[in-house]
Protein backbone atom coordinates (compact mmCIF):
# COMPACT_ATOMS: atom_id res chain seq x y z
CA UNK A 1 0.00 0.00 0.00
CA UNK A 2 0.87 3.80 -0.14
CA UNK A 3 3.17 5.03 2.78
CA UNK A 4 5.56 7.46 3.65
CA UNK A 5 9.06 7.48 5.24
CA UNK A 6 10.97 10.53 6.91
CA UNK A 7 14.13 10.58 8.56
CA UNK A 8 13.44 10.97 12.18
CA UNK A 9 14.21 13.71 14.62
CA UNK A 10 14.99 16.02 16.29
CA UNK A 11 16.83 18.17 13.84
CA UNK A 12 19.26 20.81 15.68
CA UNK A 13 20.45 23.17 13.75
CA UNK A 14 21.88 26.91 14.43
CA UNK A 15 20.45 29.86 12.69
CA UNK A 16 21.73 30.17 8.86
CA UNK A 17 22.24 26.49 8.80
CA UNK A 18 21.57 24.56 5.72
CA UNK A 19 18.35 22.39 6.26
CA UNK A 20 17.50 18.82 4.37
CA UNK A 21 14.64 16.07 5.60
CA UNK A 22 14.56 13.21 3.73
CA UNK A 23 11.82 11.52 2.58
CA UNK A 24 10.68 8.78 0.61
CA UNK A 25 7.20 7.40 -0.66
CA UNK A 26 5.92 4.17 -1.70
CA UNK A 27 2.83 4.34 -4.31
CA UNK A 28 0.93 2.80 -6.90
CA UNK A 29 0.40 5.51 -9.79
CA UNK A 30 1.43 8.85 -9.70
CA UNK A 31 0.80 10.25 -6.31
CA UNK A 32 0.65 14.02 -5.33
CA UNK A 33 3.15 15.33 -2.88
CA UNK A 34 3.29 17.67 0.18
CA UNK A 35 5.50 19.18 2.68
CA UNK A 36 3.25 20.35 5.76
CA UNK A 37 4.21 21.80 9.06
CA UNK A 38 2.79 22.24 12.26
CA UNK A 39 3.90 24.51 15.23
CA UNK A 40 3.57 24.25 18.49
CA UNK A 41 -0.38 23.76 19.99
CA UNK A 42 -1.64 23.93 16.50
CA UNK A 43 -2.56 22.18 13.36
CA UNK A 44 -1.38 21.78 10.47
CA UNK A 45 -0.41 23.65 7.77
CA UNK A 46 0.48 23.17 4.29
CA UNK A 47 4.27 24.47 3.02
CA UNK A 48 4.20 23.28 0.00
CA UNK A 49 3.42 20.74 -2.83
CA UNK A 50 4.02 19.18 -6.04
CA UNK A 51 2.19 17.05 -8.28
CA UNK A 52 4.03 15.17 -10.83
CA UNK A 53 7.55 14.13 -11.41
CA UNK A 54 10.31 16.94 -11.66
CA UNK A 55 7.81 19.42 -10.55
CA UNK A 56 9.51 21.64 -7.56
CA UNK A 57 7.42 22.77 -4.66
CA UNK A 58 8.56 26.08 -3.13
CA UNK A 59 7.08 28.38 -0.68
CA UNK A 60 9.33 30.73 2.54
CA UNK A 61 12.38 30.03 1.34
CA UNK A 62 11.92 25.71 1.08
CA UNK A 63 11.71 23.80 -1.66
CA UNK A 64 11.00 20.15 -2.80
CA UNK A 65 11.66 18.68 -6.04
CA UNK A 66 9.67 15.43 -6.90
CA UNK A 67 11.74 12.27 -8.22
CA UNK A 68 10.19 9.94 -9.42
CA UNK A 69 13.38 7.96 -10.24
CA UNK A 70 14.04 7.95 -6.39
CA UNK A 71 10.54 8.50 -4.90
CA UNK A 72 11.86 10.94 -2.97
CA UNK A 73 10.86 14.23 -2.36
CA UNK A 74 13.25 15.89 0.32
CA UNK A 75 13.23 19.61 1.82
CA UNK A 76 15.46 21.81 1.97
CA UNK A 77 16.54 25.35 3.05
CA UNK A 78 19.67 27.14 2.62
CA UNK A 79 19.53 29.31 5.76
CA UNK A 80 17.16 28.24 8.80
CA UNK A 81 15.84 30.83 10.95
CA UNK A 82 14.57 30.07 14.39
CA UNK A 83 10.96 30.70 13.57
CA UNK A 84 11.24 27.49 11.64
CA UNK A 85 11.65 25.37 14.04
CA UNK A 86 8.48 23.18 14.31
CA UNK A 87 7.26 19.85 13.05
CA UNK A 88 7.65 19.00 9.42
CA UNK A 89 4.98 15.84 7.91
CA UNK A 90 6.04 14.83 4.42
CA UNK A 91 2.83 13.31 3.13
CA UNK A 92 1.44 11.81 -0.24
CA UNK A 93 -2.09 12.09 -1.89
CA UNK A 94 -3.32 8.66 -2.85
CA UNK A 95 -5.94 6.49 -4.70
CA UNK A 96 -9.48 7.55 -3.78
CA UNK A 97 -8.08 10.92 -2.32
CA UNK A 98 -6.46 9.64 0.33
CA UNK A 99 -3.62 11.33 2.46
CA UNK A 100 -0.58 9.43 3.69
CA UNK A 101 1.39 11.38 6.41
CA UNK A 102 4.67 10.34 7.46
CA UNK A 103 6.09 10.44 11.35
CA UNK A 104 7.26 13.88 11.32
CA UNK A 105 10.74 15.66 12.26
CA UNK A 106 10.77 18.25 14.42
CA UNK A 107 13.72 20.82 13.69
CA UNK A 108 14.66 22.75 16.47
CA UNK A 109 16.82 26.04 15.34
CA UNK A 110 18.96 27.46 17.83
CA UNK A 111 20.09 31.31 17.66
CA UNK B 1 -12.40 32.99 6.80
CA UNK B 2 -13.72 29.99 9.19
CA UNK B 3 -12.09 26.82 7.12
CA UNK B 4 -12.30 24.13 9.37
CA UNK B 5 -13.75 24.66 12.56
CA UNK B 6 -12.97 21.96 15.49
CA UNK B 7 -14.77 21.76 18.82
CA UNK B 8 -14.13 21.20 21.70
CA UNK B 9 -10.39 22.04 21.97
CA UNK B 10 -9.89 19.70 25.14
CA UNK B 11 -11.85 17.56 26.64
CA UNK B 12 -11.41 15.21 29.90
CA UNK B 13 -13.27 11.60 29.37
CA UNK B 14 -13.82 8.94 32.28
CA UNK B 15 -13.61 5.19 30.71
CA UNK B 16 -16.48 4.01 29.26
CA UNK B 17 -17.87 7.85 28.74
CA UNK B 18 -19.23 9.14 24.79
CA UNK B 19 -18.36 12.29 23.45
CA UNK B 20 -18.85 13.27 19.89
CA UNK B 21 -15.93 15.70 18.42
CA UNK B 22 -17.77 18.25 16.11
CA UNK B 23 -15.79 19.07 12.37
CA UNK B 24 -17.58 21.98 10.04
CA UNK B 25 -16.15 23.18 7.41
CA UNK B 26 -17.41 26.25 4.93
CA UNK B 27 -15.54 25.73 1.96
CA UNK B 28 -17.54 23.61 0.12
CA UNK B 29 -15.41 20.52 -0.05
CA UNK B 30 -16.71 16.96 -0.66
CA UNK B 31 -13.63 15.34 1.29
CA UNK B 32 -13.61 15.36 4.95
CA UNK B 33 -11.34 13.07 7.34
CA UNK B 34 -10.50 12.17 10.74
CA UNK B 35 -7.35 11.93 11.89
CA UNK B 36 -5.27 11.52 15.10
CA UNK B 37 -1.95 12.60 16.25
CA UNK B 38 -0.24 10.24 18.99
CA UNK B 39 2.85 11.67 20.50
CA UNK B 40 5.71 11.66 18.27
CA UNK B 41 3.93 9.99 15.54
CA UNK B 42 2.36 10.92 12.59
CA UNK B 43 -1.01 10.96 12.05
CA UNK B 44 -3.38 8.11 11.34
CA UNK B 45 -6.14 8.03 9.48
CA UNK B 46 -9.74 6.94 11.28
CA UNK B 47 -12.21 7.67 8.84
CA UNK B 48 -13.30 9.49 6.10
CA UNK B 49 -15.84 10.40 3.78
CA UNK B 50 -16.59 11.39 -0.09
CA UNK B 51 -19.62 13.35 0.12
CA UNK B 52 -22.71 13.63 2.20
CA UNK B 53 -24.06 10.03 3.13
CA UNK B 54 -21.06 7.84 2.15
CA UNK B 55 -18.18 7.20 4.86
CA UNK B 56 -15.77 4.72 4.88
CA UNK B 57 -12.84 3.22 7.19
CA UNK B 58 -9.64 4.43 7.46
CA UNK B 59 -6.14 2.91 9.22
CA UNK B 60 -7.80 2.77 12.71
CA UNK B 61 -11.46 3.20 12.97
CA UNK B 62 -12.08 0.68 15.88
CA UNK B 63 -13.61 2.29 18.74
CA UNK B 64 -15.37 5.22 16.74
CA UNK B 65 -18.12 5.97 14.01
CA UNK B 66 -18.73 9.18 11.93
CA UNK B 67 -21.79 10.08 9.89
CA UNK B 68 -22.20 12.61 6.90
CA UNK B 69 -25.83 14.29 6.71
CA UNK B 70 -24.92 17.39 5.01
CA UNK B 71 -21.50 18.79 3.30
CA UNK B 72 -20.23 20.89 5.84
CA UNK B 73 -20.70 18.71 8.90
CA UNK B 74 -18.65 15.34 9.77
CA UNK B 75 -18.77 14.58 13.66
CA UNK B 76 -16.51 11.96 14.92
CA UNK B 77 -18.56 10.04 17.80
CA UNK B 78 -16.18 7.78 20.58
CA UNK B 79 -17.98 5.00 22.21
CA UNK B 80 -17.08 3.62 25.53
CA UNK B 81 -13.72 5.78 25.98
CA UNK B 82 -10.43 3.62 26.69
CA UNK B 83 -7.40 5.37 27.80
CA UNK B 84 -5.78 4.29 24.22
CA UNK B 85 -8.02 6.86 23.02
CA UNK B 86 -5.71 9.66 24.38
CA UNK B 87 -4.76 11.56 21.31
CA UNK B 88 -4.91 14.68 19.66
CA UNK B 89 -7.87 14.56 16.58
CA UNK B 90 -7.52 16.50 13.43
CA UNK B 91 -10.30 17.19 11.42
CA UNK B 92 -9.38 18.03 7.70
CA UNK B 93 -11.40 18.83 4.53
CA UNK B 94 -9.72 18.49 0.81
CA UNK B 95 -11.39 19.12 -2.66
CA UNK B 96 -10.77 16.84 -5.64
CA UNK B 97 -9.23 18.72 -8.79
CA UNK B 98 -6.72 15.93 -10.49
CA UNK B 99 -4.02 15.91 -8.13
CA UNK B 100 -3.64 19.55 -6.70
CA UNK B 101 -6.24 19.28 -3.52
CA UNK B 102 -4.72 19.75 -0.66
CA UNK B 103 -5.63 19.12 2.79
CA UNK B 104 -7.07 21.52 5.54
CA UNK B 105 -6.86 21.33 8.56
CA UNK B 106 -9.11 22.41 11.37
CA UNK B 107 -6.83 23.39 15.14
CA UNK B 108 -7.16 19.81 16.65
CA UNK B 109 -9.39 18.78 19.83
CA UNK B 110 -7.09 17.15 22.50
CA UNK B 111 -8.89 14.32 24.30
CA UNK B 112 -7.43 12.61 27.76
CA UNK B 113 -9.56 9.26 28.72
CA UNK B 114 -8.72 9.00 32.60
Known amino acids: GDSVTQMEGPVTLSEEAFLTINCTYTATGYPSLFWYVQYPGEGLQLLLKATKADDKGSNKGFEATYRKETTSFHLEKGSVQV ?29 | NAGVTQTPKFRILKIGQSMTLQCAQ ?13 PGMGLKLIYYSVGAGITDKGEVPNGYNVSRSTTEDFPLRLELAAPSQTSVYFCASSYSIGGAGELFFGEGSRLTVL
Open chain 2, 26 to 38: DMNHNYMYWYRQD
Open chain 1, 83 to 111: SDSAVYFCALKGGFNKFYFGSGTKLNVKP
